[in-house]
């Protein structure tokens, strides 16, 4: 059997003969959801909640809208306070349960709810758009986590570069299965809603088509009368 990385077009050589994979397709994997998964970039990420600000914003029940989708991520925060203090007063937790509660209570704390929305609800509408996008569920549940996770200001650490002078913030690491729960979560609350999104522009955009094409119908109509 070949102890060379099973990852394609990777030549290094294995670390583990569970995984047949070399030491850094084996961390990318355990961040990502998958080693070949190519991260979603907090740039593209913005293109994207810009995007879908711009479809909830052309709807005439936006406001009904947006008074929902808040709603619901207050109802996440309030599940996961509740789950906390449970845990608090004595009642047992799975530690990865808890630790994905805290941490959503910690976000929705920290982070515009807005962003917050808008953020999740891209990954649905993406999801929707092209699921090629992400190499498997897990991808796409690591990738929705992490940007989850990475909007609470409490989820890095500061260390000072003494060459030049600056503070530099680093993400505080969150295991892989918290970071998988976080996402299967926040995909259960959001994915739909943003999926939803994606279909609802596709429908409008198939009546202007049909609109523009109309009046060409007609025409073609008249041409084959008698």
């Known amino acids: 059997?070949?102890?060379?990385?099973?990852?394609?077009?990777?030549?290094?050589?294995?670390?583990?003969?569970?995984?047949?994979?070399c030491r850094k397709h084996i961390t990318h994997n355990r961040r990502w959801g998958h080693?070949?998964?190519?991260?979603?970039?907090?740039?593209?990420?913005?293109?994207?909640?810009a995007h879908v600000r711009g479809l909830i914003n052309k709807r005439a029940n936006r406001e009904k809208v947006w008074t929902s989708v808040l709603a619901l991520l207050e109802a996440c925060r309030t599940s996961a306070l509740g789950e906390v203090r449970d845990y608090e007063n004595g009642k047992l937790a799975h530690r990865t349960s808890l630790t994905v509660q805290r941490v959503i209570v910690d976000v929705t704390n920290e982070a515009a709810a807005e962003d917050i929305v808008l953020a999740m609800l891209s990954f649905g509408y993406m999801g929707e758009l092209e699921w090629s996008r992400f190499r498997s569920d897990n991808a796409f549940f690591a990738a929705m986590g992490r940007r989850f996770y990475?909007?609470?200001?409490?989820?890095?650490?500061?260390?000072?570069n003494a060459t030049t002078g600056k503070r530099h913030l680093t993400a505080r690491e969150l295991s892989p299965k918290a970071v998988l729960l976080l996402g299967r979560t926040m995909s259960a609350a959001f994915a739909a809603l943003g999926m939803k999104l994606r279909m609802a522009e596709v429908e409008a955009e198939r009546r202007l088509i049909e609109t523009k094409a109309a009046p060409m119908r007609a025409l073609d109509e008249e041409e084959q009368q008698p």
């Open 35 to 49: 080693p070949e998964q190519r991260p979603i970039t907090k740039g593209e990420l913005a293109r994207w909640k």
């Open 150 to 160: 990475l909007m609470g200001r409490s989820n890095y650490a500061g260390h000072f």
């Open 1 to 21: 059997m070949s102890n060379t990385c099973q990852v394609a077009g990777c030549r290094r050589t294995a670390a583990l003969r569970s995984t047949r994979m």
